[in-house]
């Protein structure tokens, strides 16, 4: 029988988490301090780790906790004293994107579990098979993935779990060098400046022209499936994931709310639909719009919000007029506006922000005002509205009021039974189960007394020990039994709460583990390559110059492959992405695009049978290549044969199926930087502006991209690296 879809939800703070657990989430996802990709997020002390985890079991709430960025060498040891940490106190699992550290923990940690991070780039059933193999109980699968190739994912035995709700980025996650590229924020390292929801302008064969789609050119809507959860029950999916670590908690409360709501019904076998006002309630909480994605094959006019990249919140009125002298705006309401919402003009350059300090609605104070109403209120932001300009709300103040209250509230308590005995010249004694099999008993000082008049009837002892308080339960009898005795209330109290405690003890430890195991590994040497230069290009020379490999054509990999599932003879090429691991490697080398930043990502991927060196990630600098060489030479014995990305214009984004309807040669940003377009396989690639530049001091080789230099330029650049690494220069 298929396990029951899980619901995940965000939780970026201690009151989000409190709130995903009490709309009735089944699991969290949360990050420390430390090595989290979400690195503006509140995140968790290990204090508040701590108490997480344990308000979390006693609820029946798994945690997850994300150490989900590319680590470097001097990282990795802190990484896993963070892992360490998280071991003994018990999380469910992690989340890990650097191959390193999985193959870390897997040796330290056996019975640990990981879950493959999205960053990971796990996106096809190959990808699945082979990182099952290594051990991994989950696959955060890559948003771009169709319905089909889940169900494919699905039948490798691997769990499945989806994003089902939230942001989406534009880009294939783990492979986006954007931020990094441009603000030396990098979105591998949990830092990313969101590049793709600024302004870009297109450039078509004769220069530059405006979108008629809007400037707004690689801003996604949010992702919505709550409509399609039925088929992915059916699909066999193990988890559906709300974005939401920076979002507030009324947010991850509604939405988590929202999808327990239609999971209950599916399992119970009721038809369950989204209702217009819940889904305007979602809107006003955050919305750019919705889409099911690539999930669902939206088209990319539902895919893409071009024309703004922010929160839209719902409309409630038209602006009539402005009056500069006063700085107020007059508008007419289509919906009910309360005061302290969160509002906003749609307007050109720029949207004009305000909210609803004060309304003036017939020429006096008010504190809402109804649809068609003409109300005044104060804008001073610029430029001015105009008339005939949509009003949007943002918050809403009543709204959030309301969903304060019922976050209060519990949605989903477990249950435990109770039985008791109360005897005379005995101790009033309780024992409770919960479905588990945990049992825990107490019993009071107090010695129950014969009743002088009436005695203590099971019904009274019952409600008051039904009381279950702060604790998350629904409590029922059996097998009790009160005879002709007195018991004060303050007793009933006093040994329920000490039963319960002892109970909640036991729940909070989910886990037996065996604890620590010492690393052991070891790394064949590779034989000694032929050539000190790999260059990846589109225009092979006529004649390969010795000590060259030029990677042209079907030599690389593709990054993206999503239906790739059967296992295949790969000779002779570069591969890049988790599923081509698993295939019959025969002389390759591990590319760039698996993002190998420390010595244990390095032993991981040389260990693999038929990968005979390594092209570092582009991310790693010199200080950190250097340490990890010399770490890896320590520990198996000899040095490595890498090579280091030295110059090229590097793909800062892949992007599934384009993000404009018109194909055009590059895009503009607003600082006059232009990133050259590709088009290959249905991926749209954007390049770097300027080629990467680099020296390489420490590796056996150099690692080079061509793409529009000119004969002289690619002449120049080879020399220079091939001097460098023969240290000639």
């Excluded at 103040?397 to 509230?409: D, H, S």
Aim: hydrophobic fraction near 35%.
């Amino acid at each position: 029988m298929q396990k029951k879809i899980e619901l995940l939800a965000p939780a970026g703070n201690m009151e989000s988490l409190r709130a995903a657990v009490a709309a009735g989430c089944d699991a969290v996802y949360l990050g420390g301090t430390l090595f989290s990709a979400r690195a503006f997020a509140g995140n968790f002390t290990h204090e508040e780790m701590t108490e997480a985890v344990r308000f979390c079991h006693e609820r029946d709430v798994s945690v997850y906790v994300t150490i989900n960025t590319l680590l470097f060498e001097t990282e990795i040891d802190n990484a896993m004293k963070e892992v360490d940490f998280l071991y003994k106190n018990d999380v469910d699992a992690l989340l890990v994107q650097d191959l390193g550290l999985f193959h870390r923990i897997r040796k330290e940690y056996p019975d640990f579990d990981l879950h493959c991070s999205t960053q990971m780039h796990v996106h096809n059933p190959a990808g699945c098979e082979f990182m099952k193999l290594q051990g991994a109980k989950r696959a955060v699968i890559a948003r771009e993935t169709s319905i089909e190739t889940v169900r494919e994912c699905v039948k490798t035995g691997m769990d499945i779990e989806v994003f089902a709700y939230g942001a989406l980025c534009i880009s294939y996650s783990g492979q986006c060098l954007m931020s990094e590229s441009v603000k030396n924020r990098s979105g591998n390292r949990g830092m990313c400046a969101q590049l793709c929801r600024l302004r870009y302008y297109p450039h078509g064969k004769d220069g530059k022209y405006t979108a008629d789609s809007g400037e707004y050119l690689l801003s996604p809507r949010d992702l919505n499936i709550i409509g399609r959860i039925p088929e992915l029950i059916e699909a066999g999916v193990a988890s559906l994931k709300i974005e939401g670590r920076m979002k507030r908690p009324e947010y991850v409360y509604l939405v988590v709310k929202t999808f327990r709501e239609a999971i209950d019904a599916y399992y119970e076998g009721r038809k369950w639909h989204l209702s217009p006002e819940r889904e305007r309630e979602l809107k006003l909480m955050f919305n750019r719009g919705f889409t099911e994605g690539h999930l669902f094959r939206d088209p990319l006019e539902k895919r893409m919000s071009h024309y703004r990249p922010n929160h839209q919140g719902v409309r409630i009125g038209t602006v009539e007029r402005y009056d500069k002298k006063t700085g107020r705006v007059l508008v007419e309401l289509s919906a009910p506006l309360y005061q302290h919402d969160g509002l906003r003009i749609l307007n050109e350059p720029e949207d004009c922000g305000l909210s609803a300090e004060r309304i003036w609605l017939n020429g006096l104070l008010a504190n809402s005002a109804g649809k068609g109403d003409h109300v005044w209120l104060e804008c001073r932001s610029r430029p001015y509205p105009k008339k005939g300009q949509p009003l949007q709300k943002t918050t809403d103040a009543k709204l959030l009021e309301e969903i304060g209250r019922n976050m209060r509230t519990p949605c989903r308590l477990s249950r435990v039974t109770l039985s008791y005995r109360a005897s005379e010249g005995k101790p009033f004694r309780i024992e409770a189960s919960d479905e588990y099999g945990h049992r825990a008993s107490a019993e009071s000082e107090f010695l129950c007394q014969k009743a002088q008049k009436a005695p203590v009837s099971p019904e009274k002892i019952e409600t008051n020990l039904a009381k279950s308080g702060d604790y998350p339960y629904e409590i029922s009898f059996v097998d009790s039994c009160a005879d002709n005795v007195f018991l004060p209330v303050s007793v009933l109290n006093e040994t329920r709460r000490r039963v319960l405690e002892k109970l909640n003890e036991q729940r909070r430890i989910k886990h037996m583990r065996s604890g620590r195991q010492a690393y052991m590994h070891h790394v064949d040497k590779q034989e000694k390559p032929e050539y000190r230069l790999i260059i990846r290009t589109d225009r092979p020379s006529e004649s390969s110059a010795d000590g060259i490999l030029e990677a042209a054509g079907d030599m690389q990999m593709h990054v993206i492959s999503e239906k790739e599932c059967a296992k295949i003879v790969v000779k002779d090429k570069i591969i890049s992405n988790p599923g081509d691991l698993g295939m019959e490697l025969v002389h390759t080398i591990a590319g760039m695009n698996l993002n190998c930043a420390n010595s244990y990502a390095l032993a991981f991927l040389l260990s693999i049978p038929g990968i005979d060196s390594v092209i570092l990630s582009s991310e790693a600098d010199n200080v950190q290549i250097r340490f990890m060489l010399e770490r890896f030479e320590e520990r198996y014995g000899f040095k490595p044969y890498v090579f280091k990305p030295v110059y090229g214009r590097r793909t800062l984004m892949y992007i599934k199926d384009g993000f404009m309807k018109e194909k055009c040669a590059e895009m503009e940003d607003l600082q006059g930087r232009i990133y050259p377009l590709r088009y290959t396989d249905g991926i749209t690639e954007v390049l770097e502006p300027e080629p990467y530049v680099s020296d390489n001091p420490y590796c056996w080789g150099s690692y080079l991209i061509l793409t529009d230099e000119d004969s002289r330029k690619i002449q120049a650049v080879k020399e220079e690296a091939y001097e460098e690494v023969h240290e000639r220069v």
